[in-house]
């Protein structure tokens, strides 16, 4: 198995699973409702859809940078705003968070494993260290999705 091969195995299993630590993005995201979704279980923190919202956004814009774009993100592609409040609006957002994982896995299947320690983008980490980064960043704030998802159980149980 080549490095590249290795790392888009990782991305697989963080975004989908059979991931060492416990569930994957999606994973976790399964029988989230919309309604827990938008919950605020804690009033400073970000919201379970919201947190999606963000995954997604840094995981296309890894592969924005992959293909040349410097993808430097303003506030609100950051955290983008929530699109609705309703089922179809969550089952949407869960289908283009799994769409920017396919195609960043994809991306990631052409490279070749020397160029891996070359800047993705001139002044920026390595390729190498950039798509660990995002498999880095989606596990963090799927371990953040994970306590809201709980917190907002708890709450309706309580």
């Not at 705003?81 to 869960?94: F, I, L």
Request: charged letters at 25%; a negative charge.
């Amino acid at each position: 198995m080549t490095e590249t091969e290795r790392i888009a195995d990782q991305l697989n299993r963080a975004f989908v699973g059979n991931a060492w630590h416990g569930p994957a993005v999606m994973e976790i995201l399964e029988g989230v409702t919309a309604e827990e979704a938008g919950a605020r279980p804690f009033a400073s923190a970000h919201s379970i859809w919201e947190l999606a919202l963000h995954i997604e956004a840094w995981t296309r814009a890894c592969h924005r940078r992959l293909q040349g774009e410097r993808a430097q993100l303003s506030d609100a592609e950051d955290f983008p705003a929530v699109p609705g409040s309703d089922e179809q609006a969550w089952k949407q957002t869960r289908e283009s968070i799994m769409e920017a994982h396919d195609e960043l896995a994809a991306a990631i299947h052409e490279l070749e494993d020397s160029q891996l320690e070359q800047p993705i983008i001139e002044e920026m980490n390595s390729v190498y260290v950039t798509l660990h980064g995002v498999i880095q960043h989606s596990l963090y704030h799927a371990g953040q999705i994970a306590i809201l998802k709980k917190a907002f159980s708890e709450r309706q149980t309580a």
